[in-house]
């Protein structure tokens, strides 16, 4: 019974451990204009955040009368946690970061009949936040599109990823995906 006991103690223990590892560390938090600007692990950037009746609204793009939003909070709890930070001002966050911010894609929606956009996918960083994100039929070559806002005929990023070589990883990874995913839809078809 009481090796049951350690045991059942013990896999609660690494539970909260790898729990409380995968946070992303909040680095960073400005207001400028009522925008909320939020830095993680020194690395992410996500921009033009609301802060609207005690909640945390992020920015979104409006297609036939339908919002679709650039970032969710996977967990209510942090980003409660959040938005009691911003709620009272706090300028000294963590200069720590985690060893590794991890990612995996989340989604991928090949689009019916591409004409720029070929398909809308999402990538969650450390089980924390999803950021939507597309692929693009460029000029030259496919490429991800993250997101921004078109403000007087010019698009300005709201979301960025500062470490070059994880970005080029993240995005390498989801071209990859995309064309499983578009080679697999195609074979089901045949």
Known sequence: MQIKQLLI?????????????????LTKITNKNNKINIEFNNILQLQDF?????NL???????NGIKYYFFYFLDRKYKQEIIDKINKKENSFSSKTNEKTEYKINKCNIVKK????????????????EINCNILNGKYRLWV?????????KWRKIFDIKDKSLKD?????????????????????E
Do not use: H
């Open 9 to 25: 103690i013990l896999l609660f223990f690494l539970f909260c451990v790898k729990s409380y590892a995968l946070n992303l560390n």
């Open 50 to 54: 609301v802060l609207r009746d005690g």
């Open 57 to 63: 609204i992020s920015p979104f793009y409006e297609s």
């Open 114 to 129: 591409p004409k720029t956009i070929l398909a809308f996918m999402s990538v969650i960083f450390n089980d924390n936040i």
């Open 145 to 153: 599109s993250w997101p921004s806002l078109k403000e007087n005929d």
């Open 169 to 189: 990883k993240i995005e390498t990874d989801l071209l990859k995906y995309y064309k499983q995913k578009r080679n697999d839809d195609k074979l089901k078809k």
